[in-house]
């Protein structure tokens, strides 16, 4: 063999060995069709199509962070244990919250299917703690008020269709209502329970009249139905440019009494919105501690101390990134709650709250406090600072 014919052989072998690369460079998998996610726009900014359904999803919530100082929370202050002495010491109150929100729509021939979830999961120290008969137990979480794991709650997980709501939601008595106000500390004076079971119906008669009628179970030892009669809550509410007149009323099946708060909103400028909001109740079976659980005079509905309250305040818009909320309390047991904020948008979706809250505890002397917040003090003052990122 001749170095021609050993170079005519190696070319042909690495034409067939190049050919049979560039076959096999060609034979290409087809490709996965792809599921790209389909934007929702009917029910506002944020649903998309869950893939291969007609059902809309929107994921949301929160990441928030409280700093407070003085009497804050349950407005008896946070305090610990000096680790030095065992003394007991002021401290800072401070929460981490993270908050996971869902919601569902979906078109159907009985009408608009919703759902809404809100859990929330909470990492702090709490408000108090207890001072030790024992010198040695100072070192025990009961009385050192540690940082930590605060647990996970359930706030929302209902379902609606058209109307008709049900499962895990807050009170109709406050909800359609409106609350009280913009303020953190905004149950200074408190204005009725919120967590509980639910069967409502909402009713909207498109012309500014709108109706809700709300079976409820309650929440706690004083909330929790006893019997197969559930708490009743009803309201109507009219809503025309100028504001809203709303009010509600509600029946306690435990303690058959009665509660009812009326509502006034108004808008007399374009960057300035108002409220007042008067609440009645009657208390003949709460106040009786010949029951067998007494409630103190106070149920589920009607959380205020005495008959009647008052609740007032507003919002000023400052500028576009800048509020002012307030809020005034007061109740026939003479407890005097105000509380005001600047809430400042750093960033779209990003808020800073500073908070300042006084409290005067009614019915101060011989019988002690009568107030919602275990304040140990005649005149309780306490601030907050509240970071918030919404998404």
Do not use: C
């Given at each position: 063999m001749n170095i021609k014919s050993l170079l005519l052989g190696s070319a042909a072998a690495l034409i067939a060995v190049s050919g049979a690369r560039a076959a096999d460079a060609v034979v290409v998998a087809e490709p996965e069709p792809a599921e790209y996610v389909k934007i929702c726009d009917v029910y506002g900014a944020g649903y998309f199509y869950i893939p291969g359904t007609e059902t809309c999803l929107r994921i949301g919530g929160y990441v928030r962070y409280d700093i407070g100082a003085g009497d804050v929370g349950s407005f008896d202050g946070a305090s610990s244990v000096d680790h030095e002495?065992?003394?007991?010491?002021?401290?800072?109150?401070?929460?981490?919250?993270?908050?996971?929100?869902?919601?569902?729509?979906?078109?159907?021939?009985?009408?608009?299917?919703?759902?809404?979830?809100?859990?929330?999961?909470?990492?702090?120290?709490?408000?108090?703690?207890?001072?030790?008969?024992?010198p040695a137990t100072v070192a025990d979480e009961t009385f050192s008020n540690p940082a930590g794991g605060k647990g996970v709650s359930l706030n929302f997980a209902w379902i609606q269709l058209g109307g008709l709501r049900v499962g895990k939601d807050e009170s109709a008595f406050n909800t359609f209502i409106g609350y009280a106000g913009n303020v953190i500390q905004d149950t200074l004076v408190p204005y009725g329970g919120f967590d509980t079971n639910?069967?409502?119906?909402?009713?909207?008669?498109?012309?500014?009249?709108?109706?809700?009628?709300?079976?409820?179970?309650?929440?706690?030892?004083?909330?929790?139905?006893?019997?197969?009669?559930?708490?009743?809550?009803?309201?109507?509410?009219?809503?025309?440019?100028?504001?809203?007149?709303?009010?509600?009323?509600?029946?306690?099946?435990?303690?058959?009494?009665?509660?009812?708060?009326?509502?006034?909103?108004?808008?007399?400028?374009?960057?300035?919105?108002?409220?007042?909001?008067?609440?009645?109740?009657?208390?003949?079976?709460?106040s009786d501690p010949t029951w067998a659980i007494p409630a103190g005079g106070r149920g589920f509905y009607k959380q205020w101390s005495g008959n009647w309250a008052l609740w007032g305040g507003g919002t000023y818009t400052i500028n576009e990134k800048t509020s002012f909320n307030a809020q005034v309390s007061y109740d026939e047991g003479e407890n005097l709650g105000i509380a005001a904020n600047i809430a400042y948008d750093v960033v779209p979706g990003f808020t800073v709250t500073a908070e300042v809250d006084y409290l005067h505890a009614g019915e101060f002397g011989e019988v002690g406090f009568d107030n919602w917040t275990n304040a140990d003090d005649e005149d309780s003052i306490g601030g907050m600072l509240r970071f918030q990122r919404s998404f």
């Open positions: 002495d065992g003394d007991e010491q002021d401290t800072w109150y401070k929460n981490a919250r993270f908050t996971l929100k869902t919601w569902t729509g979906q078109e159907t021939e009985l009408g608009t299917l919703k759902t809404y979830t809100e859990t929330r999961f909470n990492f702090g120290n709490n408000n108090t703690y207890g001072i030790p008969d024992d639910v069967i409502q119906y909402y009713f909207d008669a498109g012309n500014g009249f709108s109706a809700v009628l709300s079976l409820e179970e309650g929440a706690g030892v004083i909330g929790t139905i006893d019997s197969y009669i559930p708490h009743v809550v009803g309201g109507l509410k009219y809503t025309q440019g100028w504001g809203a007149i709303t009010g509600v009323i509600a029946y306690d099946s435990n303690y058959e009494e009665v509660a009812g708060k009326v509502r006034l909103d108004i808008t007399p400028m374009q960057n300035l919105s108002l409220f007042i909001m008067g609440g009645y109740g009657t208390d003949d079976n709460l």
